[in-house]
């Protein structure tokens, strides 16, 4: 499957050993649920992967109810490109991807800023700081959703992805999680700094649910990141979005 490239990597990213990326794999039946299993272990093989998660996708553009069982997520931090490089040429993980998938999108990802903990541990703790500058910038959110808290959670959801699909400033998102309902997570993609404060701050219900999680301890773990994306390649629903961006 072709998958063209944005080309060059983003001016903004400094060197650094760290990196991560996000890899979104559609495939062509729903028997793609199985590589979630079989996945594992080669992954807890693979040289110089220092954090990955394996994550379902949602039909919304957050944390939603819905799943589509045709796409599959993969998120990852490196402990150096090379490692991502070697990962994506030898490993079977990424030969399936070109076999099998029936579309794929990948981007790397140089770590601007996190907070909290996933799986009791920051994934970015060796990640130098960064600015942001005036270009895209990529935002993963997960939560831990407390079992006493889940019903009000959910309630919330449809709001926040209706205006999330208002935001001009959003150029892509997409809920996914690592068990069904309980860890949830969403990765979106921005025209920059400027569209995501928008969005979190002045926005009804996305700000509704910010106080409410806070008042109410909707979450038992949660971790906030933000990066710059570059060096995308492939295509996500018929297109890459950084691409897309940049040519206007």
Known sequence: MAEPSTGATDTRVADSKVI????????????????????????????????????????????????DLRRWALFAVWDEEAALEDFLACSPVAGRWREEAEEAWHVRLAPLASRGRWGGRDPFAAAPARKAGDGPVAVLTRASIRPSRMVGFYRSVPGVDRELRRQDGCLASIGAGEWPLARQATFSLWRDENAIARFAYRT???????????????????????????ASRGTWDGHDPLHAHRSR
């Not at 199985?34 to 944390?63: E, I, V």
């Open 20 to 67: 991560a990326s996000f890899h979104l794999i559609r495939y062509a039946g729903l028997d793609a649920m199985r590589h979630m299993a079989f996945d594992r272990p080669l992954l807890r093989r693979t040289g110089g992967l220092s954090f990955w998660r394996l994550l379902g996708t949602g039909r919304g553009r957050s944390m939603s109810l819905g799943a």
């Open 204 to 230: 009804d219900a996305h700000r509704t649910v910010i106080d409410r999680v806070r008042g109410e301890d909707w979450y038992a773990e949660e971790l906030f990141a933000r990066f710059i994306p570059h």
